[in-house]
């Protein structure tokens, strides 16, 4: 049932404005209030705290129905990821304030992690955020800041010791509007997942409240990100199996309709054996994912296999689109094809979230 209100609700919400929101670089503001009024934000978060108080497998429905109606513009898992810390690692007085606002849209959040010189290293940024009696004076620069153009609210990784690397982290709850110092820099421009916005962040002395503080303790930010980034790599590859099928359905559709040299493509053994090849990619990705799922969701997935399954599943969609895309030909480099705009789209997933670089060295520590 929560599926099909949710397919109903992109196609009458989501995908007539596509083409708008990917103009335009960035979702109205209005379609977090319907999202919210749906029940669509913060799905897994508490009842007590403002959600909808089901499990992590209502998140994957969202993502999963996102996936395979290829829109990529709505920047919801970076907004419920930061529900997550906070109702997680947030004071009885941060989640009254903050979640129930997230959860009907009102408050859009982001959060700020990567600087200029500091990606998936995040112990090496130099955002800082001094105490001054009942405040943080907050410095520095973010860059790549999904929802950064939008957001009403920010979790901003800093140090509040900048002495320490791991042990000087802290988040800070930082509200943006009217907050004097606050700047949103350039909308960046992206390859792929054009509607979604990501803008430079600069903070140039503002004074945050102490108390929005995550957690109200210094330098424990660093472990409530590694505590939470399963999470958001758990979305990140449900986003690549959907993204897998998806092309699979559209490349299986595009070949049975296409003749070449007299005979449909499918016909052709080439394209056979490729489609085999792909299909067997999907389906072991498909037995794979639902596994880290239901382990997720029983709170026993470790981190090395979140690891595991961001690395394989991302490399795996961008080798799947790529070969989807080779049996559209010419027209699969045309951007009106949904096939291309997928290409482009899946670029980023072995990027964000830690670069498969990165989930290489988290795996090999194991070893």
């Keep these: 049932m929560f599926r099909d209100s949710v397919r109903r609700f992109i196609a009458q919400e989501v995908l007539p404005n596509e083409p708008k929101w990917q103009e335009q670089k960035h979702v109205d503001r209005e379609f977090w209030l319907k999202a919210g009024e749906a029940g669509l934000l913060c799905t897994d978060i508490p009842a007590e705290d403002g959600g909808l108080g089901a499990d992590f497998r209502y998140e994957v429905v969202l993502s999963e129905e996102l996936g395979y109606a290829r ?3 709505w920047g919801r898992a970076v907004h419920n990821i930061l529900a997550q810390y906070i109702s997680r690692h ?3 007085e941060q989640k009254e304030r903050y979640l129930p606002r997230m959860a009907s849209g009102e408050l859009i959040g982001a959060i700020a992690m990567t600087e200029p010189d500091a990606g998936s290293d995040l112990q090496s940024i130099r955002s800082s955020a001094i105490r001054e009696g009942d405040h943080y ?11 950064g153009c939008i957001a009403g609210l920010v979790g901003v990784v800093c140090k509040t010791d900048p002495g320490e690397r791991a042990r000087g982290m802290s988040i800070l709850l930082v509200e943006t509007d009217g907050t004097q110092g606050f700047k949103v820099g350039k909308q960046l421009e992206k390859m792929g997942m054009r509607g979604q916005d990501a803008a430079e962040l600069f903070f140039d ?4 409240p102490a108390d929005n503080l995550l957690g109200n303790e210094e330098g424990r930010g660093f ?5 939470d980034l399963p999470y958001e790599r758990m979305m990140i590859m449900v986003r690549a199996q959907a993204a897998m099928e998806s092309a699979l359905e559209l490349t ?9 040299f007299g005979e449909k493509l499918i016909d052709k053994q080439n394209t056979r054996f490729k489609l085999a090849e792909v299909k067997t990619a999907v389906t072991i990705g498909r037995v794979f994912l639902d596994h880290c799922i239901t382990s997720f969701a029983a709170g026993e997935l470790d981190g090395t296999l979140a690891a595991v399954g961001k690395l394989w599943l991302a490399n795996q969609q961008n080798e799947v689109v790529a070969e989807c895309l080779q049996l559209f030909g010419g027209y699969g480099y045309i951007m009106e094809y949904p096939i291309a705009q997928a290409y482009v789209d899946a670029r980023v997933q072995t990027i964000y979230g830690g670069s498969n670089e990165v989930m290489k060295e988290l795996i090999a520590r194991t070893l």
């Design 71 to 73: 829109s990529t513009s």
């Design 223 to 227: 472990f409530q990100l590694m505590a």
């Design 252 to 260: 299986v559709e595009h070949c049975k309709d296409r003749s070449v």
């Design 137 to 147: 004076v907050l410095n520095g620069a973010k860059t790549f800041i999904t929802n």
């Design 90 to 92: 947030g004071t009885a």
């Design 205 to 208: 002395n503002v004074r945050v």
